[in-house]
């Protein structure tokens, strides 16, 4: 798959940077809290060498993340209490950027807290006072949202907890950041099945709450999704959830196109001004005719899913076609593997 056209090599560096989840044939919640910055071989090459990650897709889903925003502003608020901490945030982001991507991206001090910031991928070249708003031509949340391909959360820690106090979120898996904005981190985990009787929440609370700024963190979580769509939002349910709902009825050609192994990378800094911790939500997806080309990740998904208990299946959202993709996995001669 070296592939001569553009979009040829695109479709092949996703496969290659692809983050397949499984390291074994069952799959169990766990705090599978890592040091990031490490990275991951897979079977078809490798991921995770930096917290944040540009692909072939920047450009379409920063504009998808704007036209998003445009018919929903509720996808990104700041309480007031949480504005220093998207600067913070912001500046963050900058520095990871520049130091991820320095043949495009500069952050350089100036005097007097000034900042001179450039991105050439996006055509900007920006200077700014660190906290005065109307140095940027948006809130800071909103300029940096524009530049990263990661959703953004901002949680507050006060009183021994971590609290969803600001983000960012256009590409959430089921969940409406809307609805959780003020919530604590216990209070947003709840519906999650076997977490709290596994102690699995706490403990990654108790390890975010001592988080050190320049030692991020990381973990995956996984799905199944229909469509490839990235605002899998409860506020969209109307435009993706019949998809879903009528995905048994399809042939197998559309099942292994429309079926996408969706996996979050997602990533915990503390920001070193405010003491806010910062959650980065990297969404990548594969079609299942896809997976299938790669042997070992074909015979691992069918053995994960196949073994996954109901409950969890069940809080996924894929129950109904859980076993129809077990099915199509197994079904499917390995029709060549990516060099
Ligand atoms: C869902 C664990 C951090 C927000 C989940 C799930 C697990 C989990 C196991 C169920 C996912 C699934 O079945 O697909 C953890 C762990 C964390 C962590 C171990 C350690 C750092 C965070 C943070 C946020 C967050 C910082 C902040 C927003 C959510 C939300 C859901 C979720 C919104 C969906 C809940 C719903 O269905 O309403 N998390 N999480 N998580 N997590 Fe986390």
Known sequence: MSGGSGAGTAAADRIRAFPFPFAQDSYRYSTNLGPA??????????????VLHIDAGYAAELAERRAILGRDPSRMQVLPHMRPAAWDAMLTLMQELAATYPDTMALHREPAGRFRWTNRRRGIDQRFSYGDPSTLPQAPLA??????????????????????????????????????????????????????????????QQLLLRLQ?????????????????????????PEWGPGRDRIHEVDDATFGAEVHLR??????????????????????????????????????????LAELPEDMADYKGFTAYRNRAVDWLSDRAASGSVD
């Open 263 to 304: 996996v979050e990378v997602q990533h915990l800094l503390r920001l070193p001004e405010t003491g806010c911790v910062m959650f980065l939500i990297r969404t990548y997806q594969l079609p299942l005719e896809v997976i299938a080309e790669v042997q070992p990740w074909r015979e691992r998904l069918a053995a994960v």
């Open 37 to 50: 910055g490490q990275p991951v071989q897979t079977s078809t090459g490798r991921w995770g060498d930096s």
């Open 213 to 237: 700024p320049d030692v991020p963190y990381r973990r995956t979580n996984w799905s199944l999704a229909v469509g490839g769509h990235l605002d899998l939002s409860t506020e969209t349910y």
């Open 143 to 204: 300029f940096i949202g524009d530049q990263v391909q990661e959703d953004i959360v901002l949680l507050d820690q006060r009183e021994g907890q971590l609290f969803v106090d600001a983000g960012l979120v256009c590409f959430a898996s089921n969940w409406s950041f809307g609805f959780d904005l003020g919530m604590s981190f216990l209070e947003i985990h709840g519906p999650v099945p076997r977490v709290h009787d596994t102690g699995v929440i706490t403990r990654a």
